[in-house]
């Protein structure tokens, strides 16, 4: 059963950058897709960005997040990360990663895709 592990959560100014982790065990983790989902107080789960297993250069943003967020992966390290800069009040939440089965060179942001989730790590930014 695959597991995955988000780190790099924590308190961030209004415009800084905090960079998320999100790692892979039991799986061969580059045969998945690994999405980036963040929840709200009070909202429903978005789906903000994903990255495919193959052909990395087909990365998936929202339009909250593009231009600011990035998403990559290290298949090496069974890693893959958000790095989110310039970053708003409204990105504070709980970050989620999962992954898919998926030998794609290009990947979706709906949270029904997934079968395997992190348990989250909060982000929170102060205005």
Not at 22 to 27: F, K, P, R
Not at 33 to 48: D, S, T
Not at 67 to 77: E, L, M, P, W, Y
Request: some cysteine; aromatic content about 10%; hydrophobic content about 30%.
């Amino acid at each position: 059963q695959p597991q995955l592990e988000e780190s790099g959560g924590g308190l961030v100014h209004n415009g800084g950058s905090l960079r998320l982790s999100c790692a892979g065990s039991d799986m061969t983790f580059h045969n998945y897709a690994i999405g980036w989902f963040r929840q709200a107080p009070g909202k429903e789960r978005e789906g903000v960005a994903c990255i495919p297993s193959r052909g990395t250069s087909n990365e998936n943003y929202s339009d909250s997040v593009k231009g600011r967020f990035t998403v990559s992966r290290d298949n090496a390290k069974a890693t893959a990360y958000l790095q989110m800069n310039s970053v708003k009040p409204e990105d504070t939440g709980l970050y989620y990663c999962a992954a898919v089965p998926m030998l794609e060179t290009f990947c979706e942001r709906a949270e029904h895709e997934y079968g395997y989730w992190g348990q989250g790590t909060q982000v929170t930014v102060s205005s």
